[in-house]
């Protein structure tokens, strides 16, 4: 059994073993040890990468594995990592055990609740891994539908709309998705007589450039739509506003990252001319829509929503700054993707957490919330804080690689932009401070919150470990910064 | 023998019976009805291939014989048509083909 | 020499605010208190240790070098961009150094007093040793990056420390005006420090400060309306550094953050956090000194002069006691910009160590002020001058520290405040004689407004007092005590030998005829404030009446905070926030359900045709074969 | 000359009365006029000296099918049940199509020039019973047979569904409910 299968396994051994447990109260521990040990091996996974790398290994992919799955069209099971992939399923555990943890509670149908939820996070870690676009394709797919069943069926609000509204754009994506990698096959070297799906051998020989100007499209605006790009951005705020705080979490900490990672690996890095010949369009999408997703949650008055526009315009910089195609922005991107995964996840954990008390998510009709439950209020304070980019924060750390990255580019275009992307981290205070000052501070306006249930051990549990997680990279991140850097500098050289 | 019928006459008249046909088809509102317009639309049918053969290629008798075919299949379709409607009466009480929409399903 | 344990100086406030923080609500109330005071008293003495190490026993021929003490790798982005944490020290940090934790160490003993009976202790002291780190880390910082970061968190925990009283709606939104309009400078600071370290390729303060050396690497520097990218650069950061010392017309958070704890004003809004903009541009002084033969500082100047004369101007009007006191604190924040922006390098450099001289005072005095207004407060439970009076009678230690303090602050020889003031204006009446005579008259109004406050509080009519003012414990009478000696006397440091702008010995001449000047136009402010304020009388009352418009316009702070209000509220959020939210709902999302709606349409046509009546069937066949039979005969060749 | 005028009124009868029979309002008067239409066809091919045909046109149509139909009818309806009329959509769009199948088969026949063969046709009965039997070339003894079988299933099935109908009715689906 190889390394990075077991990444599969374990979710999937979660799963059956759920399948097969009868008893309500079980569920949920079965769960929360299984997405555990997940955690658990991920991080055992990165000492490995690491003492790999520091054995003096500088292959691009390590623990690489390929088999061979179906012959007429070359289709194989071909995995490998480095370091973004490493930090990538890292996130991905963390922000899968605080979902498991945050949805302790759960009341209608736990079981298919859970199952549904692994069955996502599976196909989470096999995109994450999977080094053969159509392989990468499938568990992306993998992990699209659960996502209806779980908005559909435990959602709020209008959910079937909402869920509706999302598969259906995602779907769409993918369709366009499709359409580029079986273009990015049809004109891979031929190896043996047969084309290929394997990301590094077509990134070794890419395709002509009028090819790649035809494809390039498809696949950065099917990828785009999962990174909420301007203007198909839409799905996410019903989505995430339906959804319940676990998927919210997932959906928004790690979904929504396969469409930066997917831009970045499959669109940026198998076509790079045509990166470099179209990136002023998507440039100009994507550094727009930093602002506009900004103002945007300005004006928004239910927390998800606030949360969703932020998360369009935080997305919108990881893009931008892919598209700067150099070093430095790459790096602060990925870093801004891990880093904007677990500040969201938190966000959506504790929204759903005052959701449950208050019974509302309009900003206008709450207030005081700190005196009352002051942990999750500082919690939220302080996630408020790394989000806007308060320094000792991961925000920071990566905002700052990505405009130091985008700085150095002294075209107009881009020095506008990155001018815009500087400044939208004032709009990001105002619309936080915004919700601290009217919903944790103030005086308490309904007299039913005096009586609140404090924050109990799961909920505290989630919380903790993502905010560890946030502080950990943000006061630390010359580790992780250089482990994604190492395996961003020789995507770089091979594009240039 | 030399009529002085032109083939072509005959050819128009049959088109026109099995226009008429069509239009019983499409318009009547009973089953058997249709079923009388769909003899039409046979009949017209049968009474071309006998007559192109009569009249027209001259070799064989190939046209004749597919007169004798489809009056014998014409036979059975509304034998068993006929059972078929009987039935669907016995099922709905109606032999209206508005209401025979199953095939949508 | 080793310095490395200079790192236990900001580490201990960080310890504070991590336990007290971590056991938020377990701790005894009483220890949170006395745990910050003991971490902040121990990084006082390093402080005191480290500055009386670095002036006096360092060997040093020459000017005094600059010592990177401590430092590590936070983000190696590239090897041109590496971000470092570190240990900077130099006179001008050392001197912050002293400041800072001194301030924030007599803070910390006088808040034990002061919050004696508040709820919240815990988190208050916190926050206090999390400002007290931050702020520290900043004054230490050895590049852009690091003084940008703590830059931040200092606004942070100025954000939280303002909005300790979180249930009062008032409180609340000048904690979000505070944050939001310093934040809003921020960001063009980010954008300033981008852009300037793009040309000098390095966040380092050594190699930012070496014009020449920038020049040489680049070549031609672009240039834009006429300055260089590099003056550009230094504008941006002016914003940041004005935002953050409350300049015009950034200065509306300033009086609104009056609605934090006194303490909290005393420390943040006084002493320490606000200067940090002007000690940002004397960071950077040979940058903008150099760069475009200096055009930058003469915006400093400008601004500083401006703001200075402004805030003097308001003040004179203010009822609320520590709104006043922020006023005073931007006018003389305009001083030291002032004394920035005249000032050259080397033997021409007064007016940096008048700057610097008048920081370390001004930080001295105006805690004092602060520290003795919150005195009052706590006496009479009230902000408002119109409910204090005669309490002199009551409270003798707090009325002598009070008076020592504005006496310091009016430019009154032998006190603090005149030496460095004067300091500043002889720089001033050498550069231009403008500036010099707006600081000259900016200094009369200064003791007018002072006095005026004095004399209303201490003096005046006899209020009648719910409960008998006092003077109060020892914790807080201690600090006032220390900064009034420290008010009365630091105005007889050499400062001009310890921090100037090429750390050299500066020498200095005293001018008899500009100090008269001052002294005298100082007199002339105590003295008309004594006529109107010492004994009860209608006489302002009947002045104000007679300025009618003029008056209240500058009571109402010249409507700044209106026009800002109409911005923010009428231009970004309803012509901008709400089309762009409007848009987004309709038109791009509009769009999306549009395209889903059509199809669903579509299908439903489609659909229809599908009716499961085999006629309609039979029809289309019918049509299909009698357009396949034209098509094939008339259209098909 | 007169197998012409004969033709023509031949002619002229079948239309009228296969017109007559898809428009009529009474359906056992819609069966007597096809009747009339098959007796017609009948008629003709006597004419064309098709007596062979024109028996079996005469006993299978007119005789057996018929039968079954008008026995059909008197099964569901009562006489003198009055056929609905289609409405006058379906109407219009009815004629209007059969008018364009007849506009565009009268001017493709009449401009399409048709090869007469020359020799004589030999379509004595005993020559059409010769080949329905013989396996050889132009022998139809294949097709006579698929169409024996095909009698008999038909036959057999008739039998089966007419017989095994289920006595109970079953309640019709609610005709609102969509897909």
């Not at chain 2, 769909?38 to 006998?50: D, G, P, S, V």
Request: net charge neutral.
């Amino acid at each position: 059994m190889d390394r990075l299968t077991i990444l599969i396994i374990i979710p999937v051994l979660t799963v059956l073993a759920l399948i097969f447990s009868t008893k309500r109260k079980s569920y949920r521990v079965i769960a929360a040890i299984g997405m555990s040990i997940q955690t658990l091996y991920s991080i055992y996974l990165l000492l490995e990468y690491l003492s790999i790398r520091q054995a003096g290994n500088t292959s691009e992919m390590v623990f690489t594995r390929s088999i061979i799955w179906f012959k007429p069209w070359n289709i194989r099971y071909e995995i490998g990592v480095d370091g973004i992939a490493v930090a990538m399923i890292l996130l991905t555990s963390i922000v899968t055990v605080s979902g498991v943890f945050v949805s302790w509670r759960i009341k209608d149908l736990p079981k298919e609740f859970f199952v549904s939820l692994l069955v996502l996070a599976t196909g989470v870690f096999g995109f994450f891994i999977s080094l053969d676009l159509f392989t990468m394709f499938l568990f992306y797919e993998l992990a699209v539908i659960p996502m209806y069943l779980l908005i559909g069926i435990w959602g709020s609000g209008p959910r079937e709309y909402a869920a509706m509204k999302l598969t259906l754009m995602l779907m769409g994506a993918s369709a366009l998705l499709l359409v580029g990698i079986l273009g990015l096959y049809m004109h891979s070297p031929l190896i043996e007589g047969q084309h290929t799906f394997s990301i590094q051998a077509i990134a070794h020989s890419p395709m002509a450039l009028s090819d790649q100007l035809f494809f390039f499209p498809f696949v950065f605006i099917g990828f785009g739509v999962l990174g909420a790009l301007f203007p198909f951005h839409t799905w996410s705020p019903d989505g995430h506003a339906s959804a319940p705080t676990a998927v919210s979490m997932l959906h928004a900490g790690v979904l929504m990252k396969m469409g930066g990672y997917g831009v970045f690996r499959v669109a940026l890095y198998l076509m790079p001319e045509a990166a470099h010949e179209m990136s002023w369009f998507f440039l100009i999408l994507a550094g727009g829509s930093i602002m506009y997703g900004a103002f945007g949650a300005l004006r928004q008055t239910d927390l998800k929503y606030i949360n969703a526009y932020s998360s369009v315009s935080h997305l919108a910089l990881v893009l931008f700054a892919l598209l700067m195609m150099d070093a430095v922005s790459w790096t602060g991107s990925v870093l801004q993707m891990i880093s904007h995964g677990l500040i969201t996840a938190l966000f959506f954990a504790l929204i759903g957490m005052i959701y449950e008390r208050t019974h509302t998510r309009d900003v206008t009709k709450m207030g005081g919330l700190m005196k009352v439950i002051p942990f999750i209020a500082m919690m939220y304070v302080m996630v408020g804080m790394a989000s806007l980019g308060l320094p000792g924060m991961s925000g920071f750390a990566a905002e700052l690689t990505i405009f130091v990255g985008a700085f150095q580019h002294s075209g107009v275009l881009e020095r506008v932009f990155t001018v815009i992307a500087v400044l939208s981290i004032v709009v990001t205070a105002v619309y936080i401070l915004r919700v601290v000052g009217k919903m944790l501070m103030g005086p308490i306006k309904t007299e039913s919150f005096y009586h609140m249930d404090k924050a109990r051990w799961y909920e505290k549990t989630a919380a903790i470990l993502l905010l560890a997680c946030i502080l950990g990279i943000g006061i630390f991140p010359n580790w992780l910064y250089k482990l994604i850097r190492e395996s961003v500098e020789p995507m770089i050289k091979l594009i240039q | 023998m030399d009529s002085g019928i032109q083939i072509s006459d005959i050819l128009i008249v049959t088109a026109i019976m099995f226009f008429i046909g069509v239009y019983g088809f499409v318009t009547r509102k009973n089953l058997i009805a249709v079923m009388m317009a769909l003899e039409l639309i046979i009949n017209a049918a049968a009474i071309n291939f006998i007559m192109i053969n009569k009249l027209v290629f001259k070799t064989n008798l190939h046209g004749v014989f597919f007169g004798l075919f489809i009056i014998a299949v014409a036979a059975v379709e509304v034998a068993i048509g006929l059972v078929i409607i009987l039935n669907l009466y016995r099922l709905r009480d109606s032999i209206d083909p508005e209401e025979i929409t199953t095939l949508k399903h | 020499m080793n310095w490395s344990y200079t790192i236990w100086i900001p580490l201990l406030p960080l310890l504070s605010f991590v336990i007290n923080g971590l056991f938020y609500g377990r701790m005894p109330k009483k220890m949170s208190g006395w745990l910050g005071t003991s971490a902040l008293g121990i990084s006082t003495l390093l402080s005191w240790v480290t500055a009386w190490k670095y002036f006096f026993n360092t060997p040093h021929q020459g000017p005094y070098e600059d010592i990177t003490a401590w430092h590590t790798t936070w983000m190696h982005l590239t090897d041109r961009f590496t971000i470092d944490l570190g240990i900077y020290l130099d006179p001008i940090s050392i001197m912050m150094l002293i400041v800072v934790t001194t301030v924030s160490f007599l803070v910390h003993l006088y808040s034990i007093g002061y919050m004696a009976t508040e709820e919240g202790r815990n988190r208050y002291f916190a926050w206090l040793g999390l400002f007290s780190f931050s702020m520290l880390g900043l004054v230490l910082a050895p590049n852009l990056i690091q003084t940008y970061m703590f830059w931040e968190l200092v606004g942070v925990s100025s954000f939280l420390l303002i909005g300790y009283y979180y249930d009062k709606p008032s409180a609340v939104k000048a904690a979000l005006k505070a944050f939001i309009v310093t934040r809003f400078a921020d960001g063009f600071f980010l954008i300033g420090i981008l852009l300037y370290s793009y040309y000098s390729g390095s966040f380092l303060f050594e190699d930012i400060n070496n014009i020449p050396a920038i020049l040489e690497s680049n070549g031609s520097l672009p240039v834009f309306m006429g300055l260089s990218a590099l003056t550009w650069g230094l504008l941006l950061i002016f914003i940041g550094g004005a935002g953050k010392s409350a300049m015009f017309p950034l200065h509306i958070w300033l009086p609104d953050a009056m609605e934090g704890p006194t303490p909290v004003s005393a420390l943040i809004h006084a002493a320490t956090m606000v200067v940090a903009g002007v000690y940002l541009v004397a960071r950077l002084f040979p940058a903008f000194h150099a760069s475009d033969h200096g055009f930058a500082l003469q915006i400093v100047a400008i601004v500083g002069t401006f703001s200075s004369l402004f805030a003097a101007i308001i003040a004179m009007t203010q009822m609320d006691i520590k709104r006043v006191l922020a006023f005073s604190t931007m006018s003389q924040i305009g001083y030291m910009m002032t004394g920035l922006g005249v000032s050259g390098i080397g033997e021409e450099g007064l007016g940096y160590t008048a700057s610097m001289f008048h920081l370390f005072t001004h930080a001295a005095f105006k805690a004092l002020l602060f520290l003795g207004a919150g005195a009052l407060i706590h006496a009479v439970h009230s902000n408002s001058l119109k409910d204090m009076g005669s309490l002199r009678k009551y409270m003798p230690i707090s009325h002598i520290t009070f008076l020592i303090a504005c006496l310091a602050i009016s430019g009154i020889p032998p006190f603090a405040g005149f030496f460095s003031k004067d300091l500043i204006l002889e720089a001033a009446f050498e550069k231009n004689k403008l500036i010099y005579a707006v600081g000259w008259i900016t200094a009369g109004l200064t003791a007018f407004y002072m006095f005026r406050i004095y004399f209303m509080a201490f003096w005046g009519e006899d209020k009648v007092y719910a409960h008998k003012p006092h003077d109060p414990g020892i914790t807080m009478t201690l600090p006032l005590i220390v900064l009034a000696i420290a008010s009365a006397l630091a105005g007889w440091l050499p400062f001009n030998e310890w921090v100037t702008s090429n750390h050299e010995t500066l020498h200095t001449h005293f001018n008899i005829g500009s100090a008269a000047a001052s002294v005298a136009i100082g007199l002339v402010g105590i003295i008309i404030a004594y006529i109107l304020y010492k004994n009860p009388s209608m006489t302002p009352q009947k002045m104000s009446n007679r300025l009618g418009v003029v008056y209240q316009t500058v009571k109402n702070k010249f409507y700044v905070d209106e026009f800002y209000e109409g911005v923010t509220q009428q231009v970004i959020l309803k012509r901008i926030a709400t089309p762009i939210a409007w848009f987004d709902r309709h038109i791009v999302d509009g769009t999306m359900n549009l395209i889903g709606n059509t199809t669903v349409r579509i299908s439903s046509i489609i659909k229809g045709i599908q009716s499961g009546d085999f006629q309609v069937y039979a029809f289309g066949i019918l049509i299909a074969v009698i357009g396949l039979l034209v098509w094939l005969n008339y259209f098909i060749q | 000359m007169t197998e012409r005028i004969i033709f023509y009124i031949l002619a002229f009868i079948m239309i009228v009365l296969s017109l007559m029979s898809v428009t009529t309002t009474k359906i056992v008067r819609a069966a007597i006029y096809l009747l009339g239409v098959l007796m017609g066809t009948a008629g003709l091919f006597f004419l064309f000296n098709l007596n062979f045909l024109g028996a079996i046109q005469l006993t299978v149509y007119a005789g057996g099918i018929m039968v079954l139909i008008v026995i059909a009818i008197l099964l569901t309806h009562n006489v003198g049940f009055g056929l609905p009329m289609p409405d006058r959509r379906h109407m219009l769009l009815g004629w209007f199509a059969a008018a364009v199948g007849i506009t565009v088969a009268f001017l493709e026949f009449t401009r399409h020039i048709f090869v007469i063969g020359t020799e004589n046709l030999d379509d004595r009965v005993a020559k059409i019973g010769a080949d329905m039997l013989h396996y050889g070339e132009g022998g139809f003894v294949l097709p006579f047979e698929v169409i024996s079988i095909l009698l008999l299933t038909g036959i057999i099935a008739a039998i089966v569904i007419a017989k095994g109908g289920i006595p109970h009715k079953r309640p019709t689906p609610p005709s609102s409910k969509q897909s």
